[in-house]
């Protein structure tokens, strides 16, 4: 089993949390940061998980348009879907469905909100603003899920055994 995590990171959470996802899965994992490099073939792999990080509502467009072009192939694949996020609960759930299409998510065999962080050391003057007047966090804080991305891993490493049918 061959799988591509595709993903883009603003300030380096969502690549941790990818890195730790590779971890879980099982078979070959392949990381790619679409900020960095264009998609491989994505006939090459089996399974493919996409992520990105939320920012004033929205995940970064690099993954949107990664998303609306391969919209046909990656809606035909084993799909993972996340987000990473400081939102929780329902709103967490919210931003999901808003970050990518609907029939992708209808599809996807795996979606999550994998938590967040705030990391002061990695944000400019006017993005370290903002945080402290809408979120008020006040320093850098991590709220990355753990087991959240344990139970993401295992619903992608779930095989489906036809023969279960029978029974």
Same mark, same amino acid.
Not at 109 to 138: H, P, R, S
């Given at each position: =089993?061959? *799988? ?9 959470? !969502?690549?941790?949390? @990818? ?8 078979? #070959?994992? $392949? ?18 998980? $996409? ?14 348009? %990664?998303?609306? /072009?391969?919209? /046909? *192939?990656?809606? +035909? ?8 996020? =400081? /939102? /929780? ?9 808003? &970050?990518?299409? @609907?029939?992708?998510?209808?599809? &996807?065999?795996? !979606? ?21 007047? $809408?979120?008020?966090? #006040? +320093? ?7 087991? @959240?991305?344990?139970? %993401?891993?295992?619903? =992608? +490493?779930?095989?489906?055994?036809? %023969?279960?049918?029978? $029974?």
């Amino acid at each position: =089993m061959k *799988t591509l995590i595709t993903y883009c990171t603003t300030h380096g959470c !969502t690549e941790k949390t @990818a890195n730790e996802l590779k971890q879980f899965l099982g078979g #070959e994992v $392949v990381l790619l940061n679409l900020k960095k490099n264009h998609a491989p073939d994505l006939s090459l792999f089996d399974r493919i998980i $996409v992520g990105g990080s939320i920012h004033a509502g929205q995940i970064q467009k690099k993954v949107k348009d %990664f998303c609306n /072009e391969h919209y /046909e *192939t990656l809606k +035909n694949k084993e799909l993972g879907l996340f987000i990473c996020c =400081m /939102e /929780e609960g329902e709103k967490a759930e919210i931003q999901l469905h808003e &970050a990518f299409p @609907a029939g992708l998510l209808k599809s &996807a065999k795996a !979606t999550a909100c994998l938590g967040g962080e705030f990391d002061f050391n990695k944000m400019n003057f006017f993005q370290k603003l903002i945080v402290k007047k $809408v979120a008020k966090v #006040e +320093n850098s804080v991590s709220h990355i899920n753990h087991d @959240a991305i344990k139970r %993401f891993s295992q619903q =992608m +490493n779930q095989i489906l055994n036809p %023969f279960l049918f029978f $029974v």
